[in-house]
T-cell receptor, first 113, second 111 residues
């Protein structure tokens, strides 16, 4: 049973470009969460999604960031017009409908030049 | 004030030592509590859930005190492989289910 998968593992973008981060949850998991970890800081919640629904996006920056979890395919975190301050590790976690335990993917490390 | 506070450490201990980490949370309505472990540049991994009755898993014991809003983790007989950052994690709202992380306590076990 494969764990949570994220790709790419490393992503380099220049300021103003777009970054797309993908997350495939564990088999049987219908809930996906995105977290961001800035350098030398703790993880911060960004968004919680179920298939085709955003349940809670209270941690998402108001501009440039969006997330989706379509009926088919992985969840996508999209960052438009990246800035240097977006450089961070972005972790995705998944869970079943009934359990609180979240399992994390290996993360995508975004570097904005 | 941070919602989940931890001593950042580092805690430098010799192999075989017993070490205790503490954590406090500010929201008295918090519902669920966990300890996660994070190795350098890796993803967090669940170590154990924490219950008011206390729970033990091998060398690890976790305790929750709801009245004091305090969570603890005890590691006995430390191993070199225990070196990592330990994250205190809280779920404030079981409807939202978002995890709120402390900044972590770094442990370095030395030979």
């Amino acid at each position: 049973n494969a764990g949570v998968m994220q790709n790419p593992r490393h992503l380099v973008r220049r300021r103003g470009q777009e970054a797309r981060l993908r997350c495939s949850p564990m088999k049987g998991h219908s809930h996906v969460y995105w977290y961001r970890q800035l350098p030398e800081e703790g993880l911060k919640f960004m968004v919680y999604l179920q298939k085709e629904n955003i349940i809670d996006e209270s941690g998402m920056p108001k501009e440039r960031f969006s997330a989706e979890f379509p009926k088919e395919g992985p969840s996508i975190l999209r960052i438009q017009q990246v800035v240097r301050g977006d450089s961070a590790a972005y972790f995705c976690a998944s869970a079943t409908r009934f359990q609180e335990t979240q399992y994390f993917g290996p993360g995508t490390r975004l570097l904005v030049l | 004030r941070k919602e989940v506070e931890q001593d950042p450490g580092p805690f430098n201990v010799p192999e075989g030592a017993t070490v205790a980490f503490n954590c406090t949370y500010s929201n008295s309505a918090s519902q669920s509590f966990f300890w996660y472990r994070q190795d350098c540049r890796k993803e967090p991994k669940l170590l154990m859930s924490v219950y008011s009755s206390g729970n033990e898993d091998g060398r690890f014991t976790a305790q929750l005190n709801r009245a004091s809003q305090y969570i603890s983790l005890l590691i006995r007989d430390s191993k070199l492989s225990d070196s990592a950052t330990y994250l205190c994690v809280v779920i404030r709202d079981t409807g939202r289910r978002a995890l709120t992380f402390g900044s972590g306590t770094r442990l370095q076990v030395q030979p």
